[in-house]
Nanobody
Framework: QVQLVESGGGPVQAGGSLRLSCAASGGTFSMYVMGWFRQAPGKEREFVAGICWGGGSTSYASSADSVKDRFTISRDSTKNTVNLQMNTLKSEDTANYYC??????????????????????WGQGTQVTVSS
């Protein structure tokens, strides 16, 4: 049984940084996508960033206030961990952040990273609260 455990959330002031980590255990897969999503109160869960474990390709949310310039997703293969470095945090980044795993990825790392449906496994989430 695959388990995903997030850590690193907490309170932070606007402009500050946090590093979230997600430790995966219980499965052995050669190709999969690890994604970070977030959900604020009263809002739908939204994609933040994803990384293809087999090839290292990354994808970030595209929006007017893109996280791509502020967040960085990375992997540590030795620890089976995916990290999300979040810099220059804003109050609108306040949310519960979830780690998820999808096996629905092609050998060239192409696939749908951004929708929740392909992700079969989810962590419990870690709360990030940014105060202005």
């Amino acid at each position: 049984q695959v388990q995903l455990v997030e850590s690193g959330g907490g309170p932070v002031q606007a402009g500050g940084s946090l590093r979230l980590s997600c430790a995966a255990s219980g499965g052995t897969f050669s190709m999969y996508v690890m994604g970070w999503f977030r959900q604020a109160p009263g809002k739908e869960r939204e994609f933040v960033a994803g990384i293809c474990w087999g090839g290292g390709s990354t994808s970030y949310a595209s929006s007017a206030d893109s996280v791509k310039d502020r967040f960085t997703i990375s992997r540590d293969s030795t620890k089976n961990t995916v990290n999300l470095q979040m810099n220059t945090l804003k109050s609108e980044d306040t949310a519960n952040y979830y780690c998820a795993l999808s096996l629905r990825v092609r050998p060239d790392c192409s696939g749908n990273y951004k929708d929740t449906e392909p992700y079969a496994y989810w962590g419990q989430g870690t709360q990030v609260t940014v105060s202005s």
